[in-house]
């Protein structure tokens, strides 16, 4: 089994900075490509941005030059840094890493955790 654990959500106001984290627990072998996409409610699920287990990067266009994918592979760990959150950003945040078990890889998702931006 693996699990993957998010935090750092919360409340901030525009233009304002948050950093989540996704760790990952479990039979792990190796952790491939990851990343993060959002829901906002009415809205379909959006692509936020990844990283492969080189380094390459892939970013939205709506958060291009604003927020940042980073890991800690010693911790099975990805992080996105938010900078100047706009209230378009507000959704729920779900982190995602495809992990190689040793027969397969397979994606796992995060549990979700809320970004709200506003006054």
């Known amino acids: 089994q693996v699990q993957l654990v998010e935090s750092g959500g919360g409340l901030v106001q525009p233009g304002g900075s948050l950093r989540l984290s996704c760790t990952a627990s479990?039979?792990?072998?190796?952790?491939?490509?990851m990343g993060w996409y959002r829901q906002a409610p009415g809205n379909q699920r959006e692509f936020v941005g990844s990283v492969t287990s080189g380094g390459l990067t892939n970013y939205a266009e709506s958060v291009k030059g604003r927020f940042t994918v980073s890991t800690d592979n010693a911790k099975n760990t990805i992080y996105l840094q938010m900078n100047d959150l706009k209230p378009e950003d507000t959704a729920v945040y779900l982190c995602?890493?495809?992990?190689?078990?040793?027969?397969?890889?397979?994606?796992?998702w995060g549990q979700g955790t809320q970004v709200t931006v506003s006054l």
């Open positions: 995602y890493q495809n992990v190689g078990s040793g027969t397969a890889v397979r994606a796992y």
């Open positions: 479990g039979s792990i072998v190796k952790i491939y490509n």
